[in-house]
């Protein structure tokens, strides 16, 4: 008798005890959708670390309280993220510090290969070495976490190939030009004008590492892109190394175009420039390379305090600093950002995560292409 009764009562028991569960856990029950928990097996059954509610980050990430982020941007730009950060949550103790150099990525990559490396959480990855990073960054699926809205990041900045890298940045390349040495519209209108005859003979600079130029590739293919290369090479241009110098001189009137200039180095010169005659154009197809990669630390002690730095850093508050003080540094995929404003509703060249790691071979290619000029020494 009394275990038949015990039998009745037992499953109003347990609904009972997971209801007060369900209750307490920092996870809604409404988050815990059947496609959210099917995500996370999937996730786990594959090595990835899967949460299913922002909630929980943000407990783990209080508890850790602390945090500490290497990023390539620069210190002035740094230092607002970290500051806008510290004021969302104000529980982390959290230091950004700007990190540059080849030496550098090199001393840190043997560092981490030799299992010395130690201190840091959120890490910068530089293209040169991308691959080196790999083994040694934390394997949180951001891409299913983004997918399933748990962290609140633009899928088109998550590598959907390895699921815990973000790009939190873009270059974009475009023509930049002084508009009193050539008019606005005898300035190309598309890549292949500047194999027009009118441009034959030092009518453009051109820089001796193409990156501009290899970024045609994901949209052209290589060999358009190599014959273009040759073609380019037979016009006769001014050869460089370097856009700022030679955006501060075509300032001044020495140089009329140069092809393939970061967005960001011409909007910058624009805005410091006083005469008022530098100026851009955007051409088809915008060539966009991701950049500003960052992951998490495989030995991070605080793993989620950088989950929430990466999710924040994709922020438009965040985005906006990047764009902030005449750097331009945010992502093309932040609406609102001069990157984004640039190649809205234009057909890209986009080096995205597969092409990403075959840049240098592209830009190797393409120099062979050129038959490797030399940089022009300046009197």
Same mark, same amino acid.
């Given at each position: 008798?009394?275990?038949?009764?015990?039998?009745?009562?037992?499953?109003?028991?347990?609904?009972?005890?997971?209801?007060?569960?369900?209750?307490?856990? %920092?996870?809604? #029950?409404?988050?815990?959708?059947?496609?959210?928990?099917?995500?996370?097996?999937?996730?786990?059954?594959?090595?990835?670390?899967?949460?299913?509610?922002?909630?929980?980050?943000?407990?783990?990430?209080?508890?850790?309280?602390?945090?500490?982020?290497?990023?390539?941007?620069?210190?002035?730009?740094?230092?607002?993220?970290?500051?806008?950060?510290?004021?969302?949550?104000?529980?982390?103790?959290?230091?950004?510090?700007?990190?540059?150099?080849?030496?550098? &990525?090199?001393?840190?990559?043997?560092?981490?290969?030799?299992?010395?490396?130690?201190?840091?959480?959120?890490?910068?990855?530089? !293209?040169?070495?991308?691959?080196e990073y790999l083994p040694h960054l934390k394997k949180f699926d951001i891409v299913g976490m983004a997918?399933?809205?748990?962290?609140?990041?633009s899928l088109e900045m998550v590598n959907p190939i390895d699921r815990n890298i973000v790009a939190l940045?873009? *270059?974009?390349?475009?023509? #930049?030009?002084?508009?009193?040495?050539?008019?606005?519209?005898?300035?190309?209108n598309a890549w292949e004008d500047f194999l027009k005859p009118e441009f034959m003979g030092r009518k453009?600079?051109?820089?001796?590492?193409? !990156?501009?130029?290899?970024?045609?590739?994901?949209?052209?293919?290589? $060999?358009?892109?190599?014959?273009?290369?040759?073609?380019? #090479?037979?016009?006769?241009?001014?050869?460089?190394?370097?856009?700022?110098?030679?955006?501060?001189?075509?300032?001044?009137?020495? &140089?009329?175009?140069?092809? =393939?200039?970061?967005?960001?180095?011409?909007? *910058?010169?624009?805005?410091? *420039?006083?005469?008022?005659?530098?100026?851009?154009?955007?051409?088809?197809?915008?060539?966009?390379?991701?950049?500003?990669?960052?992951?998490?630390?495989?030995?991070?002690?605080?793993?989620?305090?950088?989950?929430?730095?990466?999710?924040?850093?994709?922020?438009?508050?965040?985005?906006?600093?990047?764009?902030? =003080? =005449? *750097?331009?540094?945010?992502? #093309?995929?932040?609406? =609102?950002?001069?990157?984004?404003?640039?190649?809205?509703?234009?057909?890209? %060249?986009?080096?995205?995560?597969?092409?990403?790691?075959?840049?240098?071979?592209?830009?190797?290619?393409?120099?062979?292409?050129?038959?490797?000029?030399?940089? $022009?020494?300046?009197?």
């Open positions: 008798m009394k275990f038949g009764y015990f039998k009745t009562l037992a499953p109003l028991i347990v609904l009972a005890v997971f209801g007060s569960w369900l209750a307490g856990s %920092s996870a809604p #029950a409404a988050s815990a959708t059947p496609a959210l928990l099917k995500a996370k097996q999937e996730a786990e059954a594959k090595g990835h670390i899967f949460e299913i509610s922002h909630d929980d980050i943000l407990a783990k990430a209080k508890k850790e309280g602390r945090l500490k982020v290497f990023a390539s941007l620069d210190a002035p730009t740094i230092k607002g993220l970290n500051a806008a950060f510290r004021k969302k949550y104000p529980f982390i103790d959290a230091h950004a510090e700007e990190i540059a150099g080849t030496d550098t &990525y090199q001393r840190m990559i043997l560092e981490m290969k030799s299992g010395t490396a130690k201190g840091w959480d959120v890490n910068y990855l530089t !293209t040169d070495f991308y691959d997918q399933h809205r748990v962290l609140q990041i940045s873009t *270059n974009v390349q475009v023509v #930049a030009y002084n508009k009193k040495v050539i008019p606005t519209e005898k300035v190309p453009f600079v051109a820089d001796i590492r193409p !990156t501009e130029i290899a970024a045609l590739v994901p949209a052209w293919g290589l $060999e358009k892109t190599l014959d273009f290369s040759r073609k380019l #090479a037979a016009q006769k241009p001014v050869w460089v190394r370097g856009h700022s110098r030679v955006i501060a001189a075509m300032g001044g009137g020495e &140089y009329a175009m140069l092809i =393939g200039s970061n967005l960001k180095t011409i909007k *910058n010169a624009i805005d410091k *420039n006083p005469t008022g005659g530098l100026d851009f154009k955007v051409l088809e197809p915008v060539p966009v390379r991701l950049s500003e990669h960052e992951g998490i630390f495989v030995k991070a002690d605080h793993p989620y305090a950088g989950l929430l730095w990466l999710e924040f850093a994709a922020t438009p508050e965040a985005q906006k600093i990047m764009d902030g =003080g =005449g *750097n331009y540094d945010a992502s #093309a995929f932040s609406p =609102g950002t001069v990157s984004n404003e640039a190649i809205r509703g234009r057909k890209l %060249s986009l080096v995205d995560w597969q092409h990403a790691t075959k840049l240098q071979d592209y830009q190797k290619k393409v120099v062979e292409a050129y038959g490797f000029p030399q940089a $022009e020494r300046r009197k």
